[in-house]
């Protein structure tokens, strides 16, 4: 059974800094492009970063260039989502997400959600 | 960026009702959408990709059409456990975009 389960949120100050991590298990993590996506309290869903199963092709929306990195561990089968000089717009349920393959290739749709953790920024 | 715009944002319907959520795109992203629904307190589900692909275990009274820049998510025959909300993704040229979502509540 896949399974997505995401730890690390919690309470942050504007400026702040928190780490966010997704332990994969039920599949070959390996082979996957993973993705966190947000979802602000009251809101739709907002994709926010996205890596290769090799780590090689990284890419984010707009709104957290520069601010947020995302990164994934082999040995650990986690994803991770290091967040810093966080605002309080960044206040949300943050899931992270697998990238469907068909025929061998990553798609960019989402097959398997975890539950999400919540990240609060609040002076 | 390719932008995506659902409609209506909410729709009332009653148990029974045929329901149409449109979406529409900036920019043709071909048949690269995806159809999620969510329900409070939960992660999203998909239940359509590439326009009209039911994923596995997704009721037939749920289906999917269009292509290029305009799609629509038909519900054939509201069943209790489908108010939710729903929401499209597109998924062309290595990006990815949701709709701002649809609330599907009971009349």
């Known amino acids: 059974e896949v399974q997505l389960v995401e730890s690390g949120g919690g309470f942050a100050q504007p400026g702040g800094s928190l780490r966010l991590s997704c332990a994969a298990s039920?599949?070959?993590?390996?082979?996957?492009?993973m993705h966190w996506v947000r979802q602000a309290p009251g809101k739709g869903l907002e994709w926010v970063a996205r890596?290769?199963?090799?780590?090689?092709?990284?890419g984010y929306a707009d709104s957290v260039k520069g601010r947020f990195t995302i990164s994934r561990d082999s040995a650990e089968q986690s994803l991770f989502l290091e967040m810093n000089s966080l605002r309080p717009e960044d206040t949300a349920l943050y899931f992270c997400a697998r990238d469907a393959i068909v025929y061998g290739t990553s798609v960019g749709y989402f097959d398997y959600w975890g539950q999400g953790a919540l990240v609060t920024v609040s002076s | 960026d390719i932008q995506m715009t659902q409609s209506p944002s909410t729709l009332s319907a009653s148990v029974g009702d045929r329901v149409t959520i449109t979406c529409r795109a900036s920019?043709?992203?071909?048949?690269?959408l995806a159809w999620y629904q969510q329900k409070p307190g939960k992660a999203p589900k998909l239940l359509i990709q590439?326009?009209?692909t039911l994923e596995n275990g997704v009721s037939s009274r749920f289906s999917g059409s269009g292509s290029g820049t305009e799609f629509t998510l038909t519900i054939s025959s509201l069943q209790p456990d489908d108010f939710a909300t729903y929401y499209c993704q597109q998924y062309s040229k290595y990006s990815e975009t949701f709709g701002q979502g649809t609330k599907v509540e009971i009349k």
């Open positions: 920019q043709s992203i071909s048949t690269w």
């Open positions: 039920g599949f070959p993590f390996d082979d996957y492009a």
């Open positions: 590439k326009v009209s």
């Open positions: 890596i290769s199963w090799n780590g090689r092709s990284i």
